[in-house]
């Protein structure tokens, strides 16, 4: 989610209040927090990673992400029995080990998928747009795919939504795509009742 609060104290930030780790940009309310986390916090063992992670707000989608499609997979578990990926055709993602989601309401095996796999679709689509020459018709029908089904008119579980939405954001760039797909995220968390969540991403809205 997007970081608006102070990493130790949890102080309220907003957008732009505070000071942020010179590496990898935790957000703290002030210098003593910063100080507090870096000698006791295990900031100091974790800096390095949230860097080459792409920075605090990478690397805590990453974990929300992660967390997200293993709540998602446990709870389609009775669900997907004995499916497998429409997309890549197998039952555990080859390279994450993830389980499947249900992620429409399409009937036999169609509606079954890795988060992984729409996450590297609606990817795809993006770079799409931005290298294309798109029209304004083309654009919005490869961005509706990021969180509709793409056989049927209807909108994936709350569950598939937000675990693409959280992974792709970083891949929007800036601009009119970023500010879309938090929209889309902030919709995805507060269906599935993520509320806190989903009001940190509307401020960053």
């Not at 499609?69 to 029995?81: F, Y």
């Not at 992620?103 to 679709?121: I, K």
């Not at 008119?153 to 891949?171: N, Q, S």
Request: hydrophobic share 35%; glycine share 12%; charged share 25%.
């Amino acid at each position: 989610m997007i970081l608006t609060q102070c990493a130790v104290c949890a102080t309220e930030l907003g957008l732009t209040l505070g000071k942020k780790c010179g590496r990898c940009s935790t957000r703290y309310c002030g210098p003593e927090c910063q100080v507090q986390h870096w000698k006791e916090g295990g900031h100091d063992q974790l800096c390095k990673l949230i860097k080459k992670a792409g920075g605090a707000e990478q690397y805590n989608a990453n974990t929300k992400y992660t967390e997200a499609v293993s709540v998602a997979a446990e709870a389609c578990a009775e669900d997907t029995k004995g499916q497998t990926c429409y997309i890549c055709t197998q039952a555990l993602h080859w390279k994450t080990k993830e389980g499947l989601v249900r992620m429409c309401a399409c009937r036999g095996t169609a509606g079954f998928a890795h988060v992984s796999c729409l996450a590297e679709q609606a990817k795809i689509l993006v770079a799409e747009v931005e290298e294309s020459n798109l029209d304004h018709e083309a654009k919005t029908e490869r961005w509706t795919r990021w969180y509709t089904c793409t056989r049927l008119p209807r909108r994936r579980g709350v569950r598939a939504r937000v675990g693409v939405l959280e992974d792709i954001l970083g891949a929007a760039g800036g601009g009119c795509g970023s500010v879309l797909a938090l929209r889309q995220l902030g919709n995805g968390l507060h269906g599935g009742d993520h509320d806190k969540d989903a009001l940190s991403v509307r401020m960053a809205e």
